[in-house]
């Protein structure tokens, strides 16, 4: 090799060194890093608490404001960053945003954060303005008809070889019988579901972490109320249920399904009680 | 609308001194030339530019050579000074194909933040008072130096910023504007009769095309914006001349 060649060699590996310092150092200029999930379950009603870690990575302090976002509302409370906020250089706020479930279809993207337009202006400006990463911003997933959705029940449950206690023992209930037939003559049910093929549960369902809501992989009381639609993967007949949470307190990312005559849930000791100690019941 | 206005009435003027002298005075010809020339330039400015109040952001110009094409006509009058000495006086109208500017933004005037692309275009169009001396001493070829002082139209537009991240959005735009600003050229080089009416000629000229500035950007609250104070160019100049 000459030494024009090692001399060229030198300077293309310096350049390229040079090139990508360049490309790493870059950076946004305020980071915002996501402390609770960014994942809405839709359809539901109510809100979902979304909050973001905001950094100031500049050597200078400014004022920031978040752009007005559809659908949200900024918690400006004690701890969270106000409006506008003030952030030295290298501190942070939380930014935390209640995301309205009933206007869904108007949400779009993520927060913007932008310095705001001047000492006597705090209204949001157009410079420094920056959003969450792609991965970040808030996404709202569907449930959708095409089922299955989740995995298979498992647990403490306290099931019965002859089937007394499977969902079908909810048709057990007259009231239940005559709800699922209202239900679809109504046109309540979306069309796959009918009296034939879904029967109607109440139970907790821990799946705050899914759903978006902060401290509620357990189920909470803010899940009081909703209602799931669930299918039993391969099962018939009967393959779905509408289930309503009414309560808190099962296992992280379960269903906790209140069978009429049938399970006891977390406390298996009743089962006795019910269906003796025979090879039939486990 | 204004520029061609003004550049409507001088050429007419010129031309109607021209047919003026030329029926009147036989010692003052007229002289019309056409010159197409290859042209460059280095126009990026690395600057800092206060977008508001507190908030810097540093322009970095991507310091490249950009090519593009200048075209002029000159009407003049022709006078023999001396038995050697050949002299042009007139005006000159002259415009440019479109100059493309770019280079990165740092937001907060820190390099730690090369988050954005700029990019912009400039166009030049000048009326300028021209002067050319001819020295008829060779019999192949005429060596001659002009210049010229005038007014000079630098408009600056189509200025978009780009995104290099997801998270950066890009920022609003300057606004297209055009600068008048005083303008001139000095050039040298060798012309050769083809006949008693025709020649052609090449030489160099250099021009300074005066300050250029985009027009602040309507979100800001300041009026701050990308400038160049001088914008210097080359050009090979290519002509033809039609002597009456």
Redesign the interface.
Known sequence: MTLKNILKTLVMITGVYLLSI?YV?????IS?MPTTSTTIQNPNSGTTLIEYLITN????S?TFAMVTMAAATQNISTGKCANPFVLQPQSSCLLSLEINRNQLSVLEGGP?VC?T???N?NSP??????????TNIPTVTTLSPNFPYGSPPTGNVCVSTDYYATPETMLGSWAMIQATTMDTQGSVLPSFLSDTNTVYAVGTAALGDQLGIASCSGGCNQLNGYCFALKFNGKTPYPYMIFQSVNIGANPDTFDIYMAGGGSGAFPAPCQTFWGTGGAVN | MKVNKVVTISLGITLSSLVFAGENDNLWRPVGTLSLSPAWCSPGETQTVY?????P?TFTANSTTEDFVNSELFLSLQHRLTPPLLAQLGLAVATTTTIPLNGDIW??A??????LFYDYKIRHTHLAAKGKLLADVYQLVQPYISGSLGVGFNYAYHYKSTS??????P??PFTSHTTTALTYTLGAGLQRALNTHWSVGVGYEFTDWGKTSLGA?P?Q?SNASLNLNHIYTNQLQLSISFVA
């Open positions: 360049a150092k870059a950076q946004p200029p915002m990575q500049m050597k200078n400014h913007k310095v337009k001047g000492p202006d400006g157009s410079y420094l303005c920056t959003q969450p990463s792609q | 977008v508001q109040p507190n908030l952001e937001q907060d820190d390099p730690d933040f090369n988050n290099k991240r997801f998270e950066v959005l920022e609003p950007a979100a609250l």
